[in-house]
């Protein structure tokens, strides 16, 4: 596991200093929430590159429900872990699989990663639609969630509101990483920051791209995601992670 320079510290930034909050991929379980153009697919790209640079050797999975423009560079890539629409249900199973085969004595320890981008947008859609696939989904999810730290099987999940619908009993605790992007109302603070909701500074007016980090056991941090510069070499280095037929 290894410990990557992910987010801007924004109280830093605003004295001029760019200094770096970390992420330690061993909490493999990192949810950002945010609404719609606050920048979570954005964030998403951001550690899914990191990841592709701290640990190489990632098998990555993408699922794309709504079809996100900064997810476009998959989408036609022959052979990646890029599943779009419904077929992201094939996606987490597959996520879902090496998670089993790996309960049940496969000794193989590759991290590997699976980013879900919309996800109350794909649980509600099958919600209205197949309820008996939408709870099949969300009982893989919350086994990854629950039994995926020392396994090996990590989760990104973006979510414009981790409600109990969408991530029912306690599954929302398991998160050890939790981003909230923009301005945020007073639930979905609470729903993603709990206490720490308190150190959230009244005149904070939110922002594309700007918000806050809580990693279990540290305190709550400002942050503003950094804007990439080279968007063709950071895609790069994803598709590297997302295309492989070794796994
Ligand atoms: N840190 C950032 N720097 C520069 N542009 C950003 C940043 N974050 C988001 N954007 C831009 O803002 C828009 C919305 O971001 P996006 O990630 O699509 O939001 P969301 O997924 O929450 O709807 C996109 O066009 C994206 O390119
Ligand atoms: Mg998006």
């Given at each position: 596991?290894?410990?990557?320079?992910?987010?801007?510290?924004?109280?830093?930034?605003?004295?001029?200093?760019?200094?770096?909050?970390?992420?330690?991929?061993?909490?493999?379980?990192?949810?950002?929430?945010?609404?719609?153009?606050?920048?979570?697919?954005?964030?998403?790209?951001?550690?899914?590159?990191?990841?592709?640079?701290a640990?190489?050797?990632?098998?990555?999975?993408?699922?794309?429900?709504?079809?996100?423009?900064?997810?476009?560079?998959?989408?036609?890539?022959?052979?990646?872990?890029?599943?779009?629409?419904?077929?992201?249900?094939?996606?987490?199973?597959?996520v879902?699989?090496?998670?089993?085969?790996?309960?049940?004595?496969?000794?193989?320890?590759?991290?590997?990663?699976?980013?879900?981008?919309?996800?109350?947008?794909?649980?509600?859609?099958?919600?209205?639609?197949?309820?008996?696939?939408?709870?099949?989904?969300?009982?893989?999810?919350?086994?990854?969630?629950?039994?995926?730290?020392?396994?090996?099987?990590?989760?990104?999940?973006?979510?414009?509101?981790?409600?109990?619908?969408?991530?029912?009993?306690?599954?929302?605790?398991?998160?050890?990483?939790?981003?909230?992007?923009?301005?945020?109302s007073?639930?979905a603070?609470?729903?993603?920051?709990?206490?720490?909701?308190?150190?959230?500074?009244q005149?904070?007016?939110?922002?594309?791209?700007?918000?806050?980090?809580?990693?279990?056991?540290?305190?709550?941090?400002?942050?503003?995601?950094?804007?990439?510069?080279?968007?063709?070499?950071?895609?790069?280095?994803?598709?590297?992670?997302?295309?492989?037929?070794?796994?």
């Amino acid at each position: 596991m290894a410990k990557v320079n992910l987010l801007l510290d924004d109280v830093m930034l605003n004295m001029g200093i760019r200094h770096f909050v970390s992420w330690d991929t061993k909490n493999n379980r990192v949810l950002i929430v945010g609404q719609s153009g606050s920048g979570k697919s954005y964030c998403g790209l951001l550690l899914m590159a990191q990841l592709a640079i701290a640990l190489p050797c990632t098998k990555l999975f993408v699922l794309d429900y709504k079809g996100a423009e900064e997810l476009d560079f998959l989408r036609s890539i022959e052979g990646s872990r890029y599943y779009y629409y419904t077929q992201c249900i094939e996606g987490l199973a597959k996520v879902h699989n090496i998670l089993r085969q790996r309960l049940e004595g496969d000794k193989n320890r590759q991290p590997v990663f699976i980013f879900i981008d919309e996800y109350n947008s794909m649980i509600l859609h099958l919600l209205a639609y197949d309820k008996k696939q939408a709870s099949i989904c969300q009982s893989q999810l919350n086994d990854i969630l629950f039994m995926g730290r020392s396994l090996q099987v990590g989760l990104i999940c973006s979510c414009q509101r981790p409600d109990t619908t969408v991530l029912p009993s306690g599954s929302r605790d398991q998160f050890a990483v939790r981003i909230g992007l923009s301005s945020l109302s007073r639930e979905a603070k609470e729903m993603v920051f709990g206490d720490a909701k308190e150190q959230i500074p009244q005149d904070f007016t939110g922002g594309q791209s700007k918000g806050f980090m809580l990693t279990d056991g540290k305190p709550l941090r400002q942050v503003r995601v950094p804007t990439i510069n080279n968007m063709p070499k950071l895609q790069r280095l994803i598709l590297k992670s997302a295309v492989d037929d070794t796994i």
